[in-house]
């Protein structure tokens, strides 16, 4: 008997976010956890520029801080393209069109904009190519903070009291930026930039000097600031997986030794410690992990997505916080270390993320775009 054969499977990652390196962080734990086996695993980087790299782009985004664009190395590396058109040849070479390949599934490990708002994940859709992770609306709004806000409370999830800011208000009147913010909450706020993750461009401001930095902060990763009401609260995480009947994680807590949850504990220092499962009672911890899979259908999520929750330490008030549809997957990231916990492996958590994904394009394939029929009478 032939053995069956190999999915291709694509692995995306670097991009031009400010998240890029925090997604060459997770391709490599990804690429290295895929069964070899099972997959054919097709590197495919993006510079900071946005080019496409095909060969061993990993070690060309990789090659330090003067990598913003590097140079093609034939030997190794080729530009590619993806069109935006379905057909059997999807990734092609930039020089010579004919020598293309194709790819059974697309895992899109970008973090950040331009990978994880929904940009790529248009772009795959156009293409018609199978991939893991939430499509365009639930990545979309699973990115801007704002708008995730307001999905939250039109589902009467609750949240935390905040405030939408304008970077144009930040630069041309901090005054009255500042003026705004202090009428709607009071100190300590947290300033972060509406659409990016990874706790880039946040900050905790507990005077009005801090206020002011911090926008100006968030203002440089993007047009919209979302400021937060900051209270004394545990941090909490959930992993969710599934398409439309997901299912939820032990529940986890994180105790950061910094200020905060940031960017350096997340993916640098691995010195805050991890509560897994959370000391949590057991209606608690329903009450999180209920919360977590209506928030996840609320925005139509799909595949993946780490749900993140404040519990006030004072009143035991459970608030969302956001969703990350493309959480990180470094060996120390809490996604795949919330599924170990609940009896998922790494390696074969890769596995169900990729039959989701083949799965739900098959259902998108059922769809009929066709609408001729309607007009014809009998």
């Not at 190395?73 to 059997?88: A, F, I």
């Not at 930039?193 to 930095?213: D, F, H, Y």
């Not at 960017?263 to 209920?290: F, H, M, W």
Request: glycine share 8%; aromatic share 6%; charged share 20%.
């Amino acid at each position: 008997m032939t053995a069956a054969p190999k999915l291709r499977v694509g692995v995306i990652f670097g991009g031009r976010s400010g998240e890029h390196e925090v997604s060459l962080r997770s391709a490599r734990s990804v690429m290295s956890a895929l069964d070899q086996s099972k997959y054919e695993v097709i590197p495919l980087g993006i510079t900071k520029s946005g080019r496409w790299l095909a060969g061993n782009p990993m070690a060309a985004l990789s090659a330090g801080p003067t990598s913003t664009d590097p140079a093609v190395d034939s030997r190794e590396n080729q530009v590619v393209m993806l069109p935006p058109t379905p057909g059997e040849q999807q990734i092609i070479n930039a020089e010579t069109p004919q020598n293309g390949f194709a790819l059974d599934v697309i895992i899109p490990v970008l973090h950040g904009t331009y990978g994880e708002d929904g940009t790529v994940q248009g772009l795959l859709e156009l293409a018609n190519v199978p991939y893991v992770g939430a499509g365009v609306v639930g990545s979309a709004v699973g990115m801007d903070k704002a708008i995730f806000k307001h999905v939250m409370t039109a589902h009467q999830i609750p949240i935390l009291p905040w405030k939408l800011i304008h970077a144009q208000t930040v630069t041309a009147d901090m005054a009255r930026a500042v003026q705004e913010i202090e009428k709607a909450l009071s100190y300590p706020v947290f300033t972060k930039p509406a659409n990016l993750g990874s706790s880039v461009g946040i900050a905790r401001c507990e005077t009005r000097s801090q206020l002011e930095a911090g926008l100006l902060a968030a203002a440089a990763y993007d047009r919209r600031i979302v400021v937060e009401q900051g209270i004394d609260a545990r941090e909490l995480e959930v992993a969710v997986l599934g398409n439309e009947f997901p299912k939820a994680s032990v529940v986890g807590e994180i105790r950061p030794k910094r200020e905060f949850y940031d960017y350096e504990a997340k993916y640098i220092t691995d010195d805050s410690e991890l509560l897994i499962p959370a000391p949590l009672n057991e209606g608690l911890t329903r009450q999180v992990r209920e919360m977590a899979v209506e928030a996840f259908q609320a925005i139509d999520c799909a595949g993946l997505g780490r749900v993140d929750f404040l519990l006030d330490r004072q009143t035991s008030a459970l608030y969302i916080n956001e969703i990350n549809t493309m959480p990180g997957f470094t060996n120390i990231s809490m996604y795949p270390k919330l599924w170990e916990a609940s009896g998922l492996p790494y390696s074969e958590l890769l596995d169900e993320l990729i039959a989701l994904a083949l799965k739900r394009h098959e259902q998108r394939q059922s769809v009929s775009t066709d609408f001729t029929g309607a007009f014809q009478t009998a």
